[in-house]
């Protein structure tokens, strides 16, 4: 049966407040859900990181989603991105010990999509990735992205003020395969009115099980 477990990962700044969503039957794969940016209320309780934590549930993998240093209860304090890297790579270290047999899938909102896509890029053992809501306005710098090579899913509103419809294909297109970008129409950033869609372009990613293809590459 599907259940949910609250519990604390040790991360270099202090203990991190996490939930762990298990699915009904054995895991296939086991996922990092990160969430949107402290500095401006983010946490994983949002609408967005529990769909796609939930999502990943939905297809069979053990999903976690967790606070960033400084949030709810997680320990120490906001880092601008720098401690939050470690966060992750935390959040991963313990995701590997719970489920040392699995593949690891990372990925995250806003913020989030941020520092997994980064981590991605220099973490062999994060397998596949998905970008939900991803402030390109914000980030400047996105020289990162083209070195994730595992197989990536993006998730946009058409309507993201940090990164519309025609700023994300034109981010994406270039990008080497595999990757996919979903555009949500009539959606803003929080995918307002549209999380049944974003769910269900995580479902259908998360389905087709594309850490294999990247284990086979």
Do not use: Y
């Not at 859900?33 to 053990?62: E, I, S």
């Not at 790579?89 to 989030?112: H, K, M, T, Y």
């Not at 090579?149 to 003020?161: A, N, S, T, Y």
């Amino acid at each position: 049966m599907a259940s949910n477990e609250s519990f604390f990962i040790p991360g270099p700044a202090g203990r991190l407040e996490a939930i762990l969503l298990h699915p009904e039957s054995e895991p296939v794969a086991a996922a990092v859900v990160c969430h949107a940016d402290p500095a401006q209320g983010g946490v994983m309780h949002f609408k967005t990181v529990f769909r796609a934590a939930k999502a990943m549930q939905d297809r069979g993998l053990a999903a976690v989603r967790f606070n960033f240093r400084g949030v709810g209860l997680s320990e120490g304090a906001h880092d601008h991105g720098r401690g939050e890297m470690d966060d992750a790579r935390a959040a991963l270290d313990e995701v590997q010990r719970l489920f040392p047999s699995l593949p690891l899938v990372l990925g995250g909102f806003s913020f989030g999509s941020v520092i997994s896509a980064r981590l991605a890029s220099v973490d062999a053992r994060v397998k596949a990735v998905f970008v939900l809501g991803f402030p390109a306005a914000r980030v400047g710098d996105v020289s990162f992205l083209p070195s994730v090579r595992v197989p990536r899913l993006f998730v946009q509103g058409e309507r993201d003020v940090f990164g519309d419809a025609e700023e994300m294909r034109k981010l994406v297109d270039p990008l080497p395969e595999p990757r996919s970008l979903v555009i949500v129409p009539g959606a803003d950033h929080f995918f307002t009115g549209r999380l049944d869609a974003l769910h269900a372009a995580i479902g259908r990613w998360a389905g087709t099980r594309p850490w294999e293809s990247a284990a086979t590459s």
